[in-house]
């Protein structure tokens, strides 16, 4: 029987050890199958073809040391074909021509080979590919960004010390904007003149706001307590237009005000008076 086939076969097997219910008697037959297919020569092709990577990766979390361990094991050897298989200079003589990696890549393969290694058949190989070239990257990144910082800052030293430590502190809380450098998505050239609320996450955006929010409300409030006999005055005068100017706005600090008065609550209680700036158009009550 062809090495495929052999694959194959267990692999089939192997699924329906998985799937049925547990038991010392199934780890045994889980661990048989595994051996088997570490007796078996598989090839880089043959992990393309059937997958049985993926399979065999999933066993690495079993409860049964034994299967996770002997999982591990195959995983490791197959990645080692895989990764010599991407380096032809290194390749073992065995593999043979129809292991070129050339040749594999013009195999369509139902349209599915790349993502297959990539992706089903060695998902930690590629992400130790992907964090290097991360990594590469990012160092490249890094210095762009202190490059536009110092054009930026035109050599003041103080400036350009304030603006690093600005963007180190926005780039470690704000994963996308972090990402967006990376990628290049944002010109490095750009980034030391974007501003805050741009270099902030939303969450940071969303309590500067509230922290102006409650800036402004503090204002009012002393703007309230400033303008009691004035409040107090007004309220106690029935009509429904009231004089302009008895009221002084807390936004622009403008006497063109009017204001009307209404019964909001029940008819015992004193009426709420509305006043409208006529200068800014701010509104409040009193
Ligand atoms: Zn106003």
Not at 253 to 282: H, I
Request: charged share 30%; glycine share 6%; hydrophobic share 35%.
């Amino acid at each position: 029987m062809s090495a495929i086939r052999t694959v194959r076969q267990l692999k089939e097997v192997l699924a329906k050890e998985i799937a049925a219910p547990g038991g010392e008697g199934r780890n045994e037959k889980i661990l048989d199958i595994l051996e088997r297919l570490d007796k078996t020569d598989v090839t880089l092709s043959i992990l393309t073809e059937t997958l049985i990577g993926a399979s065999v990766a999933k066993l690495k979390k079993h409860s049964d040391v034994d299967v996770s361990s002997a999982a591990a094991k195959l995983v490791k050897k197959w990645k080692s074909v895989a990764k010599a298989s991407h380096h032809p200079a290194s390749a073992p003589k065995k593999e043979g021509p129809s292991e070129n990696p050339r040749q594999l890549k013009r195999l369509p393969s139902a349209g599915s080979s790349e993502i297959t290694i990539e992706t089903e058949c060695l998902p930690d190989l590629s992400k130790d590919l992907n964090e290097s070239a991360v990594k590469q990257l990012c160092v490249a990144r890094a210095g762009e960004v202190e490059d536009a910082i110092n054009s930026w800052s035109r050599g003041e030293r103080k400036t350009y010390t304030e603006k690093v430590r600005s963007l180190v502190f926005n780039l470690k809380k704000n994963g996308p904007l972090r990402e967006q450098v990376i990628l290049g998505q944002i010109v490095t050239e750009q980034l030391p003149k974007m501003p805050p609320e741009e270099l902030a996450t939303a969450e940071m955006n969303k309590e500067r706001n509230a922290q102006a929010e409650k800036l402004m409300a503090s204002r009012q409030l002393d703007w309230e307590k400033k303008n009691e006999g004035k409040i107090n005055e007004i309220c106690g005068i029935k009509g429904d237009l009231l004089k302009a100017s008895l009221f002084t706005c807390g936004r622009c600090k403008s006497t063109k005000t009017t204001s009307t008065q209404k019964q909001t609550r029940s008819a015992d209680e004193p009426m709420t008076v509305f006043v409208l700036c006529l200068n800014c158009g701010n509104r409040w009550k009193c």
